[in-house]
């Protein structure tokens, strides 16, 4: 089977042709790169992933981490692919030159990780956490915890967790009991549990550094109450050095349907009523600080969601042109030549299906990566606000549509298998496990539902919305090819649906009918999820019909950009009309979910 973790093929269409990522080193951001530095960053990404994480991602799946009651036990290849990632600079890339990184666009750092996740997410999780963090304390702390922590953090030498859950409230962080308390030189002690923290605990690291959400005494009730603190496993002496042990204990390991080799761990804070710990920020500020550590989160979700989709697809695919089996109508008979299974109506179906969702869903995470880009770089505040605007809206869908249509694509490798893709000799079923925690964590899709339609359709006056129809609009007046302009007369009705269809939401949600709207907010999320997914489609399409229009194509470049408009036709065709239920159920305010009483279940 091919073992390429990610068509270089792909890589270079999504961030050159239809993204013009070459374009950000003239900005003054990134005028040291070019596209050959941008590409040399990848090839070091697809080499570490290939080399170091790759191998290990089934034996990290079989031979989860173990907890003696003292210490956490991995495989050793966990530590060796941690090292090269941290030494190849990886941790930092996104950072200033003067803070040790390489001052990357988030547009490439997004690409680089899309390797680490295609090989071994599992492993993967351990510095991709740690930069969540890093990044919280650089935006939030005080000088002193930057100093103390961050350039120990971009090294790799320490690594980092957010612990928000606690195991009576779950996503409702309203309601977590943690304790900060302020002692008299003004520090504080932290006292509570959190679970399911990834990468909570192991010794990859000198040192863990967790983001903690904790209420100070006295504080006022619900999320405007909470406050963001860091506490390290090890305390610091006067070096700066990790000292003696913090007051925080591994209660215990969660063993989990897929992510394996990641630790998932119940942590206990303050047993001892010694748990040392330094606001970040100002107190009651938590959630906020918070919130832009799961905002990027979010998007790197998606992204993983997309790249593990994508892993499967590849597998499939492989699978699909070798296995041989069965005949196709006309040549049907006994004495005819079997053929590979890829030759079947059913099969093309199942792979058109995930080449839609998983390259579709990397087109989108692409562009919100961009969307980071410009909201920090372009020389224009009201661009760079417009730019922020549109990410804030399109996130939820960024976090959601991938984390929906990854595992549905890992569904379809599985079946595409068969009785193979069943068993543990085969990695897809592999994907599917480690692909269903994506529609849970960092927000469920759900919650990623009702924050589209109660806060992010309406925040700003509509300012994200009103961005999308110029750039939708914008994009199909830059389309010239007859396929495109077919595929986006079959598009506008939807949308034209769908623009009516706000103005009535934003009346009913003010009124008595909002317990009916917040039950089917998913119908709305797939609206407005398909119609952005079809349009992510016509890019790619428009540049591929363009493409194809050159007399030097070679064969392979021909296929490709067949298979770009072949695949934009039956999202179009066969996904998008989905939507019609949708619309039907949120039009006529249908009550079925809302009026079900639950002791009638």
């Known amino acids: ?71 956490v036990t991995m495989i050793e290849e966990v530590q060796a692919a941690y090292d090269a990632y941290a030494q190849a600079g990886l941790i930092a890339g996104r950072y200033n030159f003067d803070e040790g990184g390489m001052q990357l666009p988030e547009t490439i750092m997004m690409a680089s990780a899309g390797y680490f996740m295609a090989a071994n997410p599992s492993t993967t999780s351990y510095p991709f956490l740690t930069v969540a963090a ?24 320490f690594t980092g967790t957010m612990a928000l859950t606690e195991p009576h409230a779950g996503s409702s962080l309203a309601d977590i009991h943690t304790t900060a308390i302020k002692t008299a030189d003004g520090q504080y002690r932290i006292k509570g549990s959190k679970m399911f923290i990834s990468a ?35 305390r610091l002496d006067s070096q700066g050095e990790p000292s003696e042990r913090n007051d925080v204990a591994l209660a215990g390991l969660i063993h989990k349907l897929g992510y394996r080799g990641t630790t998932s761990t119940v942590l206990s804070f303050g047993e001892q009523d010694d748990c040392h710990a330094y606001l970040i920020g100002e107190e009651h500020q938590g959630l906020r600080y918070m919130f832009l550590m799961m905002n990027e989160a979010r998007l790197g979700v998606g992204f ?72 920090h770089t372009l020389e224009e505040e009201s661009q760079r606000l417009q730019a922020l605007e549109l990410l804030d809206l399109l996130t939820p869908i960024v976090k959601a549509w991938p984390s929906e249509y990854g595992p549905k694509a890992n569904d379809l490798a599985i079946q595409i298998l068969g009785g193979a893709g069943y068993t543990r000799e085969y990695p897809v079923e592999q994907c599917w ?71 009535m939401l934003a009346r009913e949600l003010a009124g008595d009918k909002q317990p009916v709207l917040l039950a089917n907010a998913s119908c709305f999320m797939n609206v407005f999820g398909q119609i952005v997914m079809s349009w992510m489609w016509i890019r790619q399409a428009n540049v591929a019909e363009q493409a194809l229009t050159k007399a030097d194509l070679s064969t392979d470049d021909q296929a490709f950009y067949q298979g770009k408009l072949q695949a934009a036709k039956y999202f179009i065709h066969w996904e998008l009309p989905t939507i019609v239920r949708d619309l039907t159920l949120l039009t006529e305010l249908d009550d079925s979910c809302a009026a079900m009483h639950s002791d009638w279940f």
């Open 1 to 71: 089977m091919n073992s390429e973790l990610v068509k270089d093929k792909e890589y270079q269409f999504q961030l050159y042709e239809v993204l013009d990522t070459e374009s950000l080193c003239e900005r003054t951001r990134f005028n040291e790169h070019n596209k050959e530095t941008f590409n040399a960053v990848l090839d070091i990404a697809n080499k570490i992933a290939t080399e170091k994480f790759a191998p290990h991602n089934a034996k990290a799946d079989a031979n989860e981490p173990t907890f003696d009651g003292k210490k």
């Open 134 to 157: 890093t990044n919280v304390i650089r935006n939030f702390a005080s000088d002193t915890i930057k100093t103390r922590f961050m350039p120990r953090m971009l090294s790799g030498e």
């Open 200 to 234: 909570g605990d192991h010794d990859l690291s000198k040192n863990i550094v967790h983001l903690v959400l904790a209420k100070i005494q006295g504080a006022p009730a619900g999320v405007k109450g909470i406050s963001l603190f860091v506490v390290p496993k090890f």
């Open 304 to 375: 993983g969601a997309a790249m593990i989709g994508y892993r499967g697809y590849q597998y499939s695919l492989a699978y699909a042109k070798d296995r041989i089996q069965g005949r196709v109508a006309p040549n049907n008979k006994p004495t005819d030549k079997a053929v590979s299974i890829i030759q079947h109506g059913d099969v093309k179906r199942m792979l058109l299906a995930q080449k839609s969702y998983v390259e579709g869903a990397m087109a989108l995470c692409f562009y919100a990566a961009r969307l980071v880009d410009d909201s």
């Open 433 to 503: 496990r480690d692909n269903r925690l994506n529609p849970i964590h960092e927000g469920t899709n759900g919650i990623q539902a009702l924050d589209l339609l109660t806060r992010k359709l309406w925040q700003a006056q509509g300012a994200g919305l009103k961005q999308l129809q110029i750039r939708m609009q914008d994009d199909f007046g830059q389309t010239k090819g007859d396929v495109c302009q077919l595929l986006i007369k079959q598009l506008q009705p939807y949308i034209q649906q769908m623009a009516k269809l706000i103005p």
